[in-house]
């Protein structure tokens, strides 16, 4: 149906369509929606005058408040940078072992270095800081070179294994098998040995043999007790907690060719006062001493 007619009930013309029985009908639209419409027409018109709003070629009209959002992230970052600056000057200056634990100051330093360590730390230790494979647990109390709030300021400030800082944390083990020190046979034996020292296995004849060699390589770094030693960043053999991992294949990988991981030196990247506060983050996860 085509022909438009008058609706003899409604009285709007009919706009000539039918469904069912149902017409179109050419109502008008009602005068609230109408101002509305309009009043959105005006509101767009006096934000494109007022804030930028228009693309151009390489940038877009600026409005004329001359407001932008990065104008107003940079006064917002401004303005909280002023409101910690004096805490920030305080944790730049402090030392912060003999910091109270108790302290606003201290409490402050832990909030920073938390989101410190999840912009800067979270890749390697994760997110709770457990660690993975070949990156360490910080929330235990098993440290190569101590869990004091000295001990890991010197290592967050100056790494591990750093060739640029003469102050870097290094361990050298010998890669025992690539280099020719002992045949594959005898790191197995130290392997049984090592484990029988963790409690991973019984005290076997491979174990026996192990200990010799243990005895003769290994305990002047790790100890006579294999418990380790921080002087040279040996890790503790018999508390059962790896770095890379305790199964057979791992050790033996790690005795035939040593393991080399290295750690940033964040005292060539970060300000005093976010190593500080890293450093009290740290030590508060539980593992430090």
């Known amino acids: 149906m085509t022909d438009k007619k008058n609706d003899p009930i409604a009285g709007p013309q009919s706009m000539g369509h039918e469904w069912d029985g149902i017409e179109e009908l050419n109502n008008p639209l009602p005068r609230w929606w109408l101002w509305t419409f309009y009043a959105t027409i005006l509101f767009a018109i006096a934000y494109c005058v007022v804030y930028p709003a228009i693309p151009l070629l390489n940038s877009a009209t600026q409005g004329s408040f001359g407001w932008s959002s990065r104008g107003q992230l940079a006064a917002e970052t401004a303005k909280a940078e002023a409101a910690r600056a004096d805490v920030l ?54 440290w190569l070179w101590g869990g004091t709030m000295a001990d890991i300021r010197q290592t967050i400030i100056h790494g591990i294994r750093q060739p640029d800082d003469a102050d870097t944390r290094t361990s050298q083990m010998p ?48 100890g006579n007790d294999a418990s380790g030693g921080r002087q040279f960043g040996a890790p503790d053999l018999t508390d059962a907690i790896w770095l890379y991992g305790g199964d057979r294949d791992t050790l033996h990988q790690t005795i035939a060719n040593a393991r080399y991981g290295v750690m940033p030196a964040w005292g060539q990247r970060l300000d005093p006062a976010t190593i500080n506060m890293l450093t009290a983050y740290v030590h508060q996860l539980g593992g430090g001493e």
């Open 89 to 142: 000057a305080q944790l730049a200056k402090v030392d912060i072992a003999t910091l109270d634990p108790k302290s606003p100051l201290m409490r402050a330093a832990v909030e920073g270095g938390r989101a410190a360590f999840r912009i800067n730390c979270v890749q390697c230790h994760g997110s709770g800081a457990a660690g993975s494979k070949g990156y360490p647990n910080l929330n235990d109390d098993e």
């Open 175 to 222: 890669a025992f098998g690539r280099d020719g020190i002992l045949p594959a046979d005898q790191i197995d034996d130290v392997v049984s040995f090592v484990r029988h020292a963790a409690r991973l296995e019984g005290n076997s004849a491979s174990a026996r043999r192990g200990a010799g060699l243990f005895a003769a390589n290994c305990a002047v770094c790790h």
